[in-house]
């Protein structure tokens, strides 16, 4: 749990008393490479942190899935589009290597905005971070070049990009993978 509670002091401050709160209401759990944190068509129930391992993001579109997120470690997973206001879901969260996390429901969320003197200002700011990073993920969909998006995306996430595998850098970028390779190439050339 110190990993969770250092993490949350990261966001906002925490009394020793807010933190016992925060023990009890979060939970331990541990989910194997290829399992679903959320799938599509399910409410998303939970909000997690990724204490060790790795997730995707993707929809499905025509059969075909276009990933458009990864959480690392230390990163907050959540469809906040399900989760907020508990209808179901279009996207999926799959995770990618054996992963813990340390989780909370929805309701359990809302005793932490009643109950923390910071709460309130911990979903906020959490919520501020997912749509920029998924703004700027957007507008540069539509603005940049895939060599660019590339360079997006090593420069977002430089520690995972060996950990993922390459189709789904390529789904990431707007790719197919025989164009990543070609831009990956030219890149080494460059340097």
Request: charged share 25%.
């Amino acid at each position: 749990m110190k990993f969770l509670i250092d993490r949350i002091r990261q966001i906002i401050r925490v009394s020793e008393s807010e933190e016992k709160i925060l023990q009890d209401l979060f939970i331990e759990k541990q989910l194997s490479k290829g399992d679903h944190f959320l799938a599509e068509n399910q409410v998303c129930r939970w909000l997690g942190l990724i204490h060790r391992g790795l997730v995707r993001y993707y929809i499905n579109v025509d059969g075909e899935d276009k990933t458009y997120y990864f959480g690392k470690e230390g990163d907050f997973v959540c469809d906040y589009e399900s989760f907020l206001p508990q209808k179901a879901s279009n996207k999926n969260i799959q995770v990618l290597e054996d992963t813990s996390l340390y989780t909370i429901s929805h309701q359990g969320l809302q005793h932490i905005y009643d109950h923390l003197k910071e709460g309130d200002r911990f979903g906020r700011l959490g919520i501020e971070q997912v749509f920029v990073n998924i703004l700027q993920q957007l507008t540069s969909f539509y603005n940049d070049p895939p060599e660019l998006r590339y360079q997006h995306f090593l420069d977002a996430y430089p520690e995972i990009s060996q950990r993922v595998p390459q189709y789904y850098i390529a789904s990431y970028v707007g790719i197919k993978p025989q164009s990543l390779s070609r831009i990956r190439n030219r890149s080494i050339k460059k340097h």
